[in-house]
């Protein structure tokens, strides 16, 4: 038997993680920097948040997360896959709207039947999401060009930080804000020396790569890396995304990840991750339902 509970502290997001880190493989959705990322980087955005927790003998074994008014991502215990139903009561029951969507890795497929099994169909058009892995093992040079350097953001220093975050991502809207970011800087995994800014000669951070560091598994999310549209083509976004392997590696990690989006419309990124040696895997897709189903 397992005990259902809502979401109600920030310790709830440590035992999140805590599933997220004990059944990891490179083909699971979820790192545990990406529930640190999602839950906290953009300021407000918990008010939409409604998450539940199923738990057994005191140990998180399952997680549902709606982001209303009707978008689904969950964690299952691979042992409690019979959980999946209930889950899924809980989200129809929680949903505002009548089309309900639900996203899931290709590879899961006990999770898929049973959305199939509840009237949602894949999705064949719209954005997706691939698997990258790499190992840390003989990795390429950092190239910079002249007057440029990677440096550790400093400890606490969220307002610059987020700065350089918005700048980067300027071009598709950003709402990640100095408090968002502080917030992120004290919850776990994050570390000062896996969060990357590249400098100019006078001092502006003009290129970014956040990275979020398992020490249980010894893998490294790749979460997310941004440049200021100013200073693209000059190979700075992948000077700091190779940096910050060195980082994981001098942590004690093994292998680094990262989910780029890989549909034809955004796949800039994933093409830069596997020119630095990523391999990509499994993708997401997405099961929807509509309101008459």
Known sequence: MSDRQDYGHPDDLRRMQSLAQRIWSPDQRFHIGDLAWGRYSISGAEAAFRTSLWEQGGEVVAWAWAELPNYLELLVDPRRGDLVPEMLDWFEATADGPDLSCMVM????????????????????????????????????????????????????????????????????????????????????YRSETDLVVVTDN?????????????????????????????????????????????????????????????????????????????????????????DA
């Not at 190992?135 to 040079?141: A, V, Y």
């Not at 502006?204 to 398992?214: H, K, P, R, T």
């Open 106 to 189: 290709d590879c899961d497929f006990r999770v898929q039947h049973a959305l199939r099994d509840r009237g949602y169909r894949r999705e064949r058009a719209g954005p997706f999401f691939t698997r990258h892995s790499r190992d840390l093992t003989e990795l390429p040079s950092v190239v910079l060009p002249a007057g440029f350097t990677i440096e550790p953001v400093p400890k606490g220093d969220a307002e610059r930080r987020a700065a350089a975050h918005r700048a980067g991502w300027s071009d598709f809207g950003s709402r990640v804000s100095t408090e968002s970011y502080a917030t992120l800087m004290q919850t776990y995994p």
């Open 203 to 291: 001092g502006e951070w003009v290129a970014s790569a956040l990275g979020w560091y398992d020490e249980v598994n010894a893998v490294g999310l790749v979460e997310p890396v941004s440049c200021d549209p100013d200073y693209r083509r000059l190979g700075l976004a992948r000077a700091v995304d190779v940096a910050l392997l060195y980082a994981f590696r001098e942590l004690g990690g093994d292998s680094a990840v990262v989910l780029p989006r890989g549909d034809e419309a955004y796949h800039a990124p994933g093409r830069l991750y596997r020119s630095i040696g990523y391999q990509p895997g499994p993708r997401t897709v997405v099961y929807a339902r509509q309101g």
